[in-house]
């Protein structure tokens, strides 16, 4: 903006135009403030300048054609100046209003951007927030992966069970022996027929716990009728896991001995305790009839019921007294690998291990040594609980005191 004043100098008492002086106030700082300041003060000087103009023209009336022309030139451009002088003011205000408006939407502009920033702010906080917490739920996957991966290998290590026996010779004894559990039966066959119908099995009072099984020969006969055939039964005492105890109790064990074949075993499903009596009887008009078993009672051990695959078996012991017969057998508990005999009956059935085989030369025992046997790699299935197998090793002396103590250990999958 642009302000121009006219600069007079007296002439005879009168006020005349000398120059014209402008002013650029819009190069100064803060210029709608000075503006308004000038065209204020103009508005004053111009209003003096008239008043005493006209004050001159009243008091001279004798002033010459030429000085009363210039005069009212005077005062008319002095008449002009005011209003323009006063029109800038009103301009300069006008101004000065929209500059505050202009301030004030700053201001609403500035309050605005404040809060962007501060919602930019929170969204930032927000974001580093989630940040965070997604890094801590990476840390955490990793750990739970970890121990998952921990859990898998433990899981693992569950699934693999050992169980554990121990054996020592008794005084002055050779023979067959057990761990693992037991066989008890006689060598020499008996020959159950119409005329000698019972055979006793067992000590009276013992505590067996045991099952009891028969070996046929072959398949028994009957005659001397029409109809029916004959059966052999269980009497004496049976006992259960849950220890109930049933005395005078009875169980069939084979309902037909016509369907008995070579080597078959059959075994009870009930466990005995005590002396048991094997008796056989006609189940029809037959009045002859006979059949021919090995027989015994047998208590395995069935992994708790459970179907397990076996992986490796050790045993470590030391011998009291030297033996050349010493022989362990891992035997595997089915209706499987049984041979009947009529004078030399050995109880078990499947061989899964036989040391005498595996170290051949290197197997005998010499007094106060130890000795050690392992097998490893194995992938033998025991059905526990669907088939009621399961396993006992049978050890074998020729010499007193042979076995001064041992150890023996099998490791299994559960299946």
Do not use: C
Request: glycine residues 6%; hydrophobic residues 40%; proline residues 1%.
């Amino acid at each position: 903006m642009i302000i121009y004043v006219e600069v007079t100098k007296s002439v005879e008492s009168v006020s005349v135009i000398q120059d014209v002086v402008y002013v650029d106030v819009s190069a100064l700082p803060g210029s709608d403030a000075y503006a308004d300041s000038a065209a204020a003060s103009l508005s004053v000087v111009a209003s003096g300048n008239l008043s005493q103009a006209t004050s001159k023209v009243d008091s001279n009336s004798t002033l010459d054609s030429s000085a009363l022309s210039t005069l009212t030139t005077t005062i008319s451009k002095t008449t002009s100046l005011s209003t323009t002088v006063s029109t800038l003011a009103s301009q300069t205000a006008s101004i000065g209003t929209e500059n505050s408006s202009l301030e004030s939407k700053t201001e609403s502009l500035s309050t605005l951007g404040s809060s962007n920033l501060s919602k930019t702010t929170s969204l930032s906080t927000v974001e580093s927030e989630l940040t965070s917490k997604a890094t801590s739920n990476a840390t955490d996957i990793s750990t739970n992966t970890s121990a998952v991966s921990s859990l898998g290998t433990e899981a693992a290590l569950l699934d693999i069970g050992v169980i554990h026996a121990t054996f020592k010779s008794p005084a002055a004894s050779t023979g067959i022996f057990h761990a693992f559990g037991f066989y008890e039966a006689p060598a020499a066959h008996v020959v159950l027929t119409n005329a000698s119908a019972t055979q006793t099995l067992g000590s009276a009072n013992n505590l067996y716990m045991a099952n009891v099984f028969i070996v046929a020969k072959e398949a028994g006969t009957v005659s001397g009728g029409t109809t029916g055939t004959a059966k052999i039964t269980i009497t004496g005492t049976s006992i259960t896991a849950a220890g109930v105890r049933t005395a005078s109790d009875a169980e069939i064990l084979v309902a037909d001995i016509t369907a008995l074949a070579a080597n078959t075993f059959i075994e009870s499903t009930k466990m005995w305790i005590g002396q048991v009596t094997l008796t056989i009887a006609a189940t029809g008009d037959h009045t002859v009839f006979s059949a021919t078993v090995n027989y015994g009672i047998a208590s395995v051990h069935h992994f708790f019921e459970r179907d397990v695959i076996i992986q490796q078996v050790e045993i470590t012991g030391r011998a009291g007294a030297a033996d050349s017969g010493f022989n362990l057998q891992l035997l595997k508990h089915s209706d499987a690998g049984w041979t009947y005999s009529a004078g030399a009956f050995v109880a078990g059935g499947t061989v899964l291990l036989d040391m005498a085989v595996d170290l051949n030369t290197e197997k005998n025992l010499v007094s106060g040594k130890r000795f050690h046997y392992h097998r490893k790699g194995l992938t033998d299935a025991i059905q526990g609980l669907t088939a009621d197998e399961g396993i006992v090793l049978r050890i074998t002396t020729s010499a007193n005191n042979a076995i001064e103590s041992m150890d023996a250990r099998v490791q299994v999958k559960w299946a």
